[in-house]
């Protein structure tokens, strides 16, 4: 119930979130979803972050005590089983309260930063990103443009199989397009995300304070398929 929940909070974090300009690297820092930039994707992280740590908190708590009775009460020590304990109410009210009550915490927060995400009131910008094999394209509802954006030449080249190019002297390896998205800074934007043939991500750039942001062509383009592999 709670992973179904998460679900829609992980496609919302990539599409609001803003990837970091980092040079491509296989560390730690890979393995966490980046922190966004706006409000709501620092709420979506900050969610992440806490769930996460209570299912550590759990994982240390259960396998703790389970290696723990496992070393203790091993055969070579001499340990019997007791077969005389079939049942006990005390301890299956405890294992039957304490996780719906962990449940309810959990479900609490998510429940509420669901809320936000989907409360699109006084929206001022609405855009329609269609998602393609490493391409996407961006719809300005109401502004009357659209234009096509895929992955950089030099991810693009770096991702073939046998390119015989090392990822890692890519800046900014699968993180670069050659037309990225631009949306207006303070300004409440709605994403309609779809895919013609996969699911996949927005990549953006946020327009510096005080500047007035244009997509970089006012002539509606046609799609352009991905390039077959």
């Known amino acids: 119930m709670i992973c179904a929940k998460l679900a829609p909070l992980a496609l919302a974090a ?24 706006t409000e709501i994707s620092r709420k979506i992280y900050d969610l992440h972050m806490e769930i996460f740590w209570v299912c550590v908190a759990i994982a240390v708590v259960v396998f703790g005590a389970m290696i723990w009775s ?16 079939v049942h006990n109410t005390k301890v299956e009210a405890i294992w039957t309260v304490v996780p719906v009550i962990i449940l309810i915490a959990m479900a609490v927060p998510a429940a ?26 961006y719809d300005y509802l109401d502004q009357g443009v659209s234009y096509y954006s895929r992955l950089d030449r030099k991810s693009d080249a770096a991702r073939e199989l046998l390119s015989g190019i090392d990822p890692n002297t890519v800046e900014h390896y699968l993180l670069n397009v ?16 779809t895919a013609a043939d996969v699911i ?18 006012r002539s509606r383009r046609p799609h352009r398929p991905p390039r077959p592999r």
């Open 178 to 193: 050659d037309h990225p998205l631009v949306v207006p800074v303070g300004t409440k934007v709605r994403l309609l995300v």
């Open 200 to 217: 996949t991500c927005a990549p953006r750039r946020t327009s510096p304070p005080g500047s007035r942001t244009r997509p970089p062509s």
């Open 112 to 137: 509420r930063t669901l809320v936000e995400i989907e409360d699109t009131t006084r929206t001022e910008l609405t855009i329609k990103v269609t998602g393609f094999q490493w391409g996407w394209n």
């Open 14 to 37: 990539a599409a609001a979130s803003g990837f970091p300009a980092a040079q491509a690297d296989s560390g730690w820092s890979q393995l966490n979803m980046p922190r966004g930039v």
């Open 70 to 85: 496992i070393i203790t009460y091993r055969k070579s020590r001499g340990a019997i089983p007791d077969g005389t304990l």
